[in-house]
C-alpha cells in the first residue's frame, strides 16, 4: 500500500528531483564538476594521510590481483558521501520547506526521497568514472556493473529509509542535526573505509559486520576492487536491512508527519 501511493503520485516526486538538480549547483561555476571534485579531493587527502603518512596497505584484489589503496579507498569512500550527504541534506529538508509544508498539502516524504534521488544520480556519475578508472588500470569491471547497479540501488533504500525517519525526528527535536554531525563521524571510523577490515581485530569483527555500511563498501569493494562476488550472506543482510529500513522510516515518517504543520 505504502509503495503504491508512492507510485501514485510518482510524477510530483519527479518534478521535485529535477529541482533539486537544477539548483543543486546553481550559480556555482565549475557546477556538477564539483559532484566529481568532492569525493576526489577527499581521496586524495585520505590517500596521503593514510596510504603515505601512515602507510596503510590495502589487501591484494581477489582474484583481480589489483594493488592500489587510492582506488580501494575511492571504492569505499563515494558510497560513504553519498549516505552522509543524504541524510545530513534530508535532516533539513523539512525545515527548511516550513512554508510549503505549512500551506500545501503533499506528500511530505517527497521532500526527502527527491534529495536522496538527486543525489543518487551524481553518485551513478561517480561509480561510472571510478569504473573507467578501474579499467584503465586493468580492472574488467563491465560485467560486474549489474551487480554494482543493484547493491547501490539498495543502499538507496536503506539512505532514504534512515532519512525519512531523521528527517521527521528533526522536525520535533532539532538537536539531532548537531547529533547527527557527531554520530556521522563516529559512524565513518566505525566503517572500514580508510582501512582494510582485516586490521580489526577478530574480536571486533563481529560487530563491524552488524553495521550495514560495512557491508555495502564490502560488496561494493568485492565487485569493482576485487572481481568477485560477495557472499551469499552479505547480500541476503543487504536486502533484508535496506528494504526493512525503508519500510520502517517511511512507515514511522508518515505517522509523526501528522503535526508537521503545526511543529513548524
Request: aromatic share 14%; with cysteine.
Amino acid at each position: 500500500m505504502i509503495v503504491l501511493d508512492l507510485f501514485s503520485t510518482r510524477e510530483l516526486l519527479w518534478n521535485l528531483t529535477l529541482r533539486e538538480l537544477r539548483t543543486r549547483y546553481k550559480r556555482s561555476a565549475l557546477g556538477w564538476l564539483w559532484s566529481l571534485l568532492n569525493p576526489l579531493g577527499t581521496m586524495l587527502v585520505f590517500a596521503l594521510v593514510f596510504g603515505e603518512i601512515l602507510d596503510v596497505k590495502a589487501p591484494l584484489g581477489n582474484p583481480s590481483q589489483l594493488d592500489s589503496f587510492p582506488l580501494y579507498l575511492l571504492c569505499g569512500l563515494l558510497p560513504w558521501s553519498f549516505f552522509s550527504t543524504s541524510v545530513t541534506t534530508s535532516m533539513s529538508n523539512l525545515v527548511g520547506n516550513a512554508g510549503l509544508v505549512r500551506k500545501v498539502w503533499f506528500p511530505r516524504e517527497h521532500l526527502v526521497l527527491a534529495t536522496v534521488i538527486a543525489l543518487m544520480v551524481s553518485l551513478a556519475i561517480e561509480y561510472t568514472l571510478a569504473m573507467v578508472a578501474l579499467t584503465i588500470v586493468g580492472n574488467f569491471v563491465l560485467p560486474w556493473v549489474p551487480l554494482i547497479a543493484i547493491v547501490l540501488l539498495l543502499l538507496s533504500l536503506f539512505t532514504a529509509g534512515l532519512s525519512l525517519f531523521l528527517a521527521a525526528a528533526n522536525v520535533y527535536f532539532r538537536d539531532l542535526t548537531h547529533l547527527w554531525t557527531i554520530l556521522a563521524q563516529m559512524w565513518f571510523y566505525a566503517t572500514p573505509i580508510v582501512y582494510p577490515l582485516t586490521l580489526v581485530p577478530e574480536k571486533y569483527k563481529f560487530v563491524y559486520g552488524l553495521n550495514p555500511m560495512t557491508r555495502f563498501v564490502t560488496a561494493l569493494r568485492n565487485l569493482a576492487y576485487d572481481m568477485r562476488m560477495p557472499t551469499g550472506a552479505t547480500i541476503a543482510y543487504l536486502f533484508v536491512v535496506s528494504i526493512g529500513t525503508f519500510l520502517i522510516g517511511l512507515t514511522l515518517f508518515r505517522r509523526m508527519s501528522r503535526r508537521f504543520a503545526e511543529e513548524l
